[in-house]
């Protein structure tokens, strides 16, 4: 998810769209830009992206723009190590009956265009995020009655009920961040007028095609950064990313979202880098069933799927064991999430096929493939062509498959045509990891109600009704005994209908130049890279 993801697809619609056009970001933007850093023999970082930076907008980010998130905007509060804590609000409060949450802002902090960051520029924010409809997974918006400004400084939102999840919901470091109200359009929910917010870099120039430029905020509130500008340049192929870090052409390439394991292995073997993994797991990477489909609405046939898979060849054969074979849906230390199942699917060929003969699917002996009614058992594997790692993962799936007589066809697509044929239910199996540590479980199971790959399939599902009222009520409590009650059904529920099919818990890692780059310190949302984290190399 993220998107999350990640785009957080979960939320709703986004509509990925080439706003910014031309050679430069906003006049405002530019005319900050004109008083930082970037002087020629400047100290500057050079990143590559597989994918255009010209989405850097809330919730309109594709998810390889994770690199550049924190380098110009920031939100209210972070996600430290299972802990909120201050960002641009240095403390705040709830009611007694936790419907009043009331931020207290730093004083002193503006946009980029000089617009002071205050009470009203929240106001304005929230109000505006609260009319679009793409937040509705997010209840710490959704639910907003409405937004008091008591001072200049103090800003209350109003809620119809507790939610336990309020505050992990404004740590979203692509989504719950503060832009300039300069940059807001009325009803505009695809566009803004340019690339405004509060962080340490400022959105100074784009090239289409080429390059985008950030320029360290000489006006910045808190400690300058080591770098005086930041590129990124557009690399869409991978192989041709690893020879830009090869030839120096770039300083470094990060996260899951634009290496694969293959390419981090390789990048560390040449000579002039050297690579580092994140200690602290991202995400799980996770297949989600159709079980309102013709082909997986018989519980045998799903289960016989998850018998069929080997988890260990994926974590060894695609991420060189880096990542962890999944046996539970979300990894230790996710709050509410650490459910364990009664029982584990492990791989067994033997009972996957004795699960598809009880299902009446015989394998016809001239194709390898099984058939029923005159039906052949074939399934669609949709995913994300925009990961990296989707197309291999989906291979290999398709050949472990095969080895028990089930046919695979997979189709790569586009991000938003995948998210919509996904929530329309046209797929058997598609790829669907889970949320960021702040925003599971509740924001990986809320879009199941309307608006993921789930929908269909708990429409139709024996207590599929039960499942979405479950739903609906940890959206309304703060009572921690009822939302581990809560989340133990739904994860139970996921897994003995094989509704999600975890497969290994996602790192995230970083590759760069060793000439130019000391080391990196992940944070514990290591999918943001964090440029206060880089450490530049001794002389560089």
């Given at each position: ?176 961040i503060l832009v300039s109200p300069q940059v807001i359009e ?287 009520e940890f959206q309304t409590t703060n009572d921690p005994e ?59």
């Amino acid at each position: 998810m993220g998107w999350l993801k990640k785009v957080s697809l979960g939320l709703g619609a986004v509509m990925l769209l080439s706003i910014l056009t031309g050679c430069s970001g906003s006049s405002a933007a530019g005319k900050a830009g004109e008083e930082g850093a970037g002087q020629e023999g400047g100290k500057i970082l050079t990143m590559a992206t597989g994918h255009e930076i010209n989405t850097l907008f809330p919730l309109n980010m594709d998810p390889q723009n994770n690199i550049t998130t924190k380098l110009c905007y920031e939100g209210l509060v972070n996600y430290v190590n299972g802990e909120v804590v201050p960002g641009l609000a240095e403390s705040w409060k709830f009611s007694q009956d936790g419907t009043q949450l009331t931020f207290f802002l730093k004083q002193g902090v503006s946009f980029h265009d000089g617009v002071p960051m205050n009470a009203e520029s929240v106001k304005t924010q929230f109000e505006y995020a609260k009319a679009n409809p793409n937040f509705r997974a997010i209840k710490a918006v959704a639910n907003l009655e409405r937004v008091e400004v008591k001072d200049d400084y103090t800003v209350t939102f109003h809620y119809p009920s507790p939610y336990f999840a309020y505050m992990t919901d404004f740590c979203y470091p692509e989504v719950m961040i503060l832009v300039s109200p300069q940059v807001i359009e009325k009803d505009n929910f695809q566009t803004m007028k340019g690339v405004i917010g509060t962080g340490p870099y400022i959105y100074k120039e784009i090239v289409n095609g080429q390059y985008v430029r950030f320029v360290r905020n000489e006006a910045y509130w808190g400690e300058k950064p080591y770098y005086d500008e930041v590129i990124v340049k557009f690399i869409p192929d991978s192989s041709s990313r690893l020879q830009a870090l090869k030839n120096g052409e770039v300083d470094l390439i990060y996260g899951s979202a634009l290496l694969s394991w293959d390419d981090y292995e390789q990048a560390k073997a040449l000579p002039n880098a050297a690579g580092q993994v994140s200690d602290y797991d991202s995400e799980t990477r996770n297949l989600v069933l159709n079980g309102a489909g013709e082909m997986l609405a018989d519980l045998k046939v799903r289960e016989a799927v998850e018998y069929a898979i080997d988890k260990k060849a994926v974590s060894q054969g695609l991420t060189y064991g880096h990542e962890t074979a999944a046996d539970q849906l979300f990894p230790e230390g996710i709050p509410y999430g650490n459910v364990k199942p009664d029982q584990v699917r492990s791989y067994d060929q033997a009972k996957a096929r004795a699960l598809l003969d009880e299902a009446g699917w015989v394998v016809n002996q001239a194709t390898g493939v099984r058939e029923k009614g005159g039906k052949t058992l074939g399934l669609l594997f949709t995913y994300d062509s925009g990961e990296v790692m989707n197309k291999a993962l989906a291979t290999l799936i398709k050949s472990q498959l095969a080895e028990v007589g089930i046919h695979v066809e997979t189709v790569g697509q586009e991000m938003y045509t995948w998210w919509t044929e996904g929530v329309a239910g046209n797929y058997d199996i598609t790829i669907w990891n889970t949320e960021q540590p702040y925003t599971s479980p509740h924001n990986f199971f809320t879009p199941m109600l309307d608006s993921s790959p789930h929908t269909v399939s708990l429409a139709v599902l024996p207590g599929g009704g039960q499942f979405k009222s479950l739903i609906g009520e940890f959206q309304t409590t703060n009572d921690p005994e009822r939302v581990t009650e809560i989340f133990a059904e739904l994860l139970s529920y996921s897994h003995e209908q094989v509704l999600n099919l975890p497969l290994t818990y996602v790192k995230d890692m970083i590759v760069y130049n060793k000439d130019r780059i000391g080391g990196y310190t992940f944070t514990s949302t290591p999918m943001f890279f964090d440029i206060t984290r880089l450490q530049p190399a001794q002389g560089s």
